[in-house]
């Protein structure tokens, strides 16, 4: 059975501290593995695919990797706007499955 | 109207109640989607529905029954639900042949059972 596994459940920064989320995961041939933001009391909005390893995906401050056991989300010099929860999924045939996200702070 | 609406954001429903959450996508998807989303655990599949037939349950109670009258539109009717059943759910869309099938959520109905 497919495992998503996120790292750290919660993190705080300083704004401008620089630092990476994980998800570690397990699949039998992955088809794509899938970052989300998440705002509280909101849904989940789509930020990246990965499909290969080696792949890397940017989105102004966020930064994308994958290996073949893991994916990292880069935050580069974070905003207290990037404050939210951060889901990584994997593809499992036509659904996704999720980890249980990192809680991200970012203080001023 | 863009991207995937859900109606209501907010409910509070006794458990007597029958209810039902409307879930409604502007993107010309193929596939769409019942999550749950409870307090520190991961989102969980309840069902999917591809070109409006149903091809996942998950071992979802009966309490919770979903219908897609087309492509475009998706409910899920409740009813007798426990207070344990609160949540918020989040519907989804996708095109299924797409590379990677990128899933699309809504904002969500935050659903109170008392």
């Known amino acids: 059975e497919d495992q998503v596994t996120q790292s750290p459940e919660a993190l705080r920064l300083q704004e401008g501290e620089s630092s990476s989320l994980n998800c570690s995961y397990t699949?039998?041939?992955?088809?794509?593995l899938f970052w989300y933001r998440q705002d509280p009391g909101k849904g989940p909005e789509f930020l990246f695919t990965l499909y290969s390893a080696g792949e890397e995906k940017e989105k102004e401050r966020l930064k994308a990797t994958l290996t073949k056991k893991e994916s990292f989300l880069h935050i580069t010099a974070p905003k207290p706007e990037d404050s939210a929860t951060y889901l990584c999924a994997v593809r499992d045939g036509n659904k996704l499955v999720f980890g249980a996200g990192t809680i991200l702070r970012v203080k001023s | 109207e863009t991207g995937v609406t859900q109606t209501p954001r907010h409910l509070v429903m006794g458990m007597t109640n029958k209810k039902s959450l409307k879930c409604e996508q502007h993107l010309g998807h193929n596939a769409m989607y019942w999550y749950k989303q409870s307090a520190k655990k991961p989102l969980e599949l309840m069902f999917v529905?591809?070109?409006?037939?149903?091809?996942e349950n998950n071992s979802v109670p009966s309490r919770f029954s979903p219908e897609c009258p087309n492509s475009s539109h998706l409910f899920l009717h409740l009813h007798t639900l426990q207070p344990e059943d609160s949540a918020l759910y989040l519907c989804?869309?996708?095109?299924?042949?797409?590379?990677?099938?990128?899933?699309?959520f809504g904002e969500g109905s935050w659903l109170t059972v008392v």
């Open positions: 529905y591809n070109f409006k037939e149903q091809t």
């Open positions: 989804a869309s996708s095109q299924v042949g797409d590379r990677g099938n990128t899933i699309y």
């Open positions: 699949v039998s041939g992955l088809r794509g």
